[in-house]
């Protein structure tokens, strides 16, 4: 069944109104009539609902039972990822969407070669957007991953104030004669906690940069003995994190 999610919720009367691209899916694409049903998805929640009239103002709904159940991870996952080259943050937002994660922040790194242009920053945070969500509607999330715009180490360090647990990956953590492997990192975390880890861009995060993290209260962790592409070290984690929790 369909999943779609909702810009405005259910009224009073547990009814919406579908517009925009997903009206145009489905009248266009799925050619849903009437009485079809969907899932549709409002302030965290998914319902069944059944299409009652297609009209020029969009596709009316109406909820049909209690809320189904929800498919989230008990802790609340953002990824920080220093910017990376090509379309590797599509391939992190896209399987980071199906593994869990809650958010990601791009920042940009000591190591970025990437410099994202100022005047293209929102088309590229819409284009990550909606891959998030259409991430989000195939693996059935109740919430779209936000994806924010990219922000400096500095402010990425100040944003970190607001998370229950702090997180880095660190190549250099896993060389040592005893590695803080990610499994022992994780006995410390519980249900409904939030958690930021920071990955680094291609090259990893300069020496410099892991004393600051380090200064503000992160805790470096492996990722086992192989060096991990940057694309490939938060789907590797958010993996961990889904056998630990679910």
């Known amino acids: 069944m369909q999943r779609y999610f909702l810009d405005t919720p259910f009224n009073e009367e547990a009814e919406a109104i579908i517009t925009g691209d997903d009206e145009k899916h489905i009248t ?11 899932i549709a998805v409002s302030k965290g929640q998914a319902f069944i609902a059944a ?16 809320p ?15 910017l990376p080259k090509g379309d590797k943050l599509d391939l992190i937002v896209q399987k980071g969407t ?12 000591e190591r970025s070669i990437v410099k994202w242009d100022i005047k293209k920053v929102d088309k590229k945070v819409e284009r990550l957007s909606k891959i998030a969500k259409e991430a989000a509607e195939q693996c059935h999330r109740t919430i ?65 940069e892991a004393a600051v ?3 503000a209260g992160f805790l470096s962790t492996a990722l086992g003995k192989r060096i991990l592409r940057t694309e490939t070290a938060p789907l590797y984690l958010l993996s961990v994190m889904s056998y630990e929790f679910e």
């Open 98 to 109: 199906e593994l869990g994660m809650v958010a990601m922040i791009p920042f940009d790194a």
């Open 213 to 215: 993290l380090l200064e």
């Open 51 to 66: 299409i009652t009239a297609i009209t020029e103002t969009g596709v009316h709904i109406r909820k049909q039972n209690e």
């Open 28 to 38: 266009k694409v799925m050619r849903m009539k009437e009485n079809d049903q969907v």
């Open 144 to 208: 779209i991953p936000q994806v924010n715009n990219p922000v400096s180490f500095a402010q990425l360090i100040d944003a970190s104030k607001d998370y229950d647990v702090l997180l880095f990956a660190d190549e250099e953590d896993a060389k040592t004669a005893e590695p803080n492997r990610i499994a022992d990192r994780l006995k410390n975390v519980h249900p409904d906690q939030s958690i930021l880890v920071v990955f680094g861009p291609e090259g990893g995060l300069s020496r410099k």
């Open 68 to 82: 189904l159940p929800s498919n989230e991870m008990p802790v609340n996952v953002t990824i920080a990822c220093g």
